[in-house]
């Protein structure tokens, strides 16, 4: 088998097709990890151009746009959240199974084998459909999971929204694979497993027939995103749905699908939504009685309580009609236009930290990372209009301008510098004065 093209030989067809798995072993076969494209960095263009395929298409069908400005912009968020740690160290998932292959191979498969690649499409998936299952049945894994259930919409973006601290355990599952499977080999399907995920997350597509059998589909993973009681615990499945007709998960998509966590959590903010489950959970440990039960807390199921299974009891789950209403306040369309603008505005940063990262120093890095957070966090408090969302804003602005003024950040384009400068100007004046009033108003309250 001739060896694979280099990463910066993808072809359009080739991110196309990725996001299908459709790629052939021959295309898609390297000897050295180093080699192995960045699949993943490769297709963001590809997502965000499915995301508005998906809107316009929505939009014909139903005459009303399927994707909330709120809730598609903390999706989007926590999509760049989860990526962030890739700068600064490789993926867990990477580290551990080199280490692994370095260490304690017993058998090294052929890189440029079909049968390699084959075998490993197949090992990746079981892998993948373990993690998930103990993502949803041992507590401390769901408090990183519960992120992407989060959403009370099903949509594009919602394959985006990621947990940062998710791979902090999956890469557990993978490490068999590394007594056989070459490095190379497993990097490719990491990646083409998490990318054929992406356009499962979609209603438009309905059915897709004799496929059903055999493939994770939108109709079966409509299914895991549903909060009625069928629907808990069902289809864990990455690319193939046939793990979970064997062990027993599986659940064919019928009443109307309510999505989101059993309790919405009702806030667009990010870190909340990032991290609030870990809050929640260490109250429960530090309440439970005894030792016994506040390690069931942790590796028992979400809804376990004492005298209830391992998985707690379903029954239990709050019932829901079909005619819940997703958490969406009512927010002034200027803000809306604001927090979109501000939002493309640290996705070029995003972007352009990725692509410059090779010539950045550490300092630089981490100096534009605390920026995209500080952002992203800042625009979860105005969409959720808390009352310290003005002066949290007024110093991102102030940030923001000095980063521009020293070169840590650069605007879309250069034709549009002068613009740039003048909208942060006076975005951080209007917060300012926001924030100034507020406080006058509070003294005067006293």
């Known amino acids: 088998m001739a060896q694979a093209e280099t990463s910066s030989d993808v072809t359009f067809s080739q991110c196309t097709r990725m996001l299908f798995y459709l790629m052939t072993p021959n295309e898609s076969s390297f000897s050295d990890v180093n080699e192995v494209p960045n699949y993943v960095n490769k297709s963001t263009p590809f997502f965000f151009g ?13 005459g009303d746009l399927l994707l909330k400005i709120n809730d598609g912009t903390t999706s989007l968020a926590s999509g760049i959240i989860s990526r962030l740690p890739h700068l600064f160290v490789r993926s867990l998932e990477m580290s551990s199974y080199i280490y692994v292959w370095n260490n304690y191979h017993i058998l090294e498969l052929p890189w440029d084998s079909a049968w390699t690649w084959w075998l490993a499409f197949l090992g990746v998936d079981f892998g993948y459909y373990w993690v998930h299952r103990f993502s949803h049945e041992l507590n401390i894994l ?20 990621q947990s940062v601290t998710q791979q902090c355990a999956s890469w557990v599952f ?7 499977v070459p490095p190379s080999v497993f990097a490719v399907h990491i990646q083409f497993n998490l990318l054929y995920q992406f356009w499962i997350h979609t209603e438009i597509v309905r059915d897709l027939g004799p496929l059903e059998w055999i493939l994770n589909t939108p109709s079966h993973h409509r299914v895991h995103h549903g909060r009625n009681l069928y629907c808990i615990d069902r289809n864990y499945g990455g690319a193939l749905i046939i793990w979970d007709r ?9 009443d109307k699908v309510v999505y989101g966590l059993t309790r919405p959590i009702n806030t667009f903010e990010i870190l909340s939504v990032q991290f609030h489950y870990y809050s929640y959970l260490w ?9 016994g039960h506040k390690l069931s807390i942790i590796f028992k199921g979400p809804s376990w309580s004492p005298g209830k ?4 009891d379903h029954a239990e789950v709050p019932i829901v009609t079909g ?3 997703p958490h969406n306040p009512k927010w002034a369309p200027l803000l809306q236009a604001y927090v979109q603008i501000q939002f493309l505005l640290v996705l070029v940063v995003f972007n352009n930290l990725f692509t410059t990262q090779h010539l950045l120093s550490q300092m630089t890095i981490l100096l534009v990372t605390g920026y995209i957070l500080l952002t992203l966090t800042s625009l979860g408090y105005i969409i959720d209009q808390r009352p310290n969302a ?24 250069s034709q549009l510098a002068l613009a740039t400068d003048v909208f942060v100007s006076f975005s951080a004046l209007f917060w300012g004065v926001q924030c100034v009033s507020q406080l006058t108003n509070k003294e005067k309250s006293h």
């Open 323 to 325: 005619e819940e209403v």
């Open 174 to 180: 993978y490490l068999p694979m590394a007594l056989i």
């Open 283 to 291: 109250e429960k440990f530090l309440q439970a009685d005894g030792i």
């Open 142 to 161: 769901w408090a990183a999971h519960q992120v992407h259930h989060s959403s009370e919409y099903y949509n594009l973006t919602t394959a985006l929204r």
């Open 50 to 62: 499915m995301v508005l395929l998906e809107v316009f298409v929505g939009w014909l069908k139903t």
């Open 390 to 413: 003005a002066a949290w804003e007024t110093f991102r602005c102030m940030m923001m301008m000095a980063l521009l003024r020293f070169g840590y950040v650069s605007p879309v384009v």
């Open 309 to 312: 299974p391992r998985l707690g």
């Open 246 to 254: 064997l062990f027993g998960t599986f659940t064919l998509e019928g």
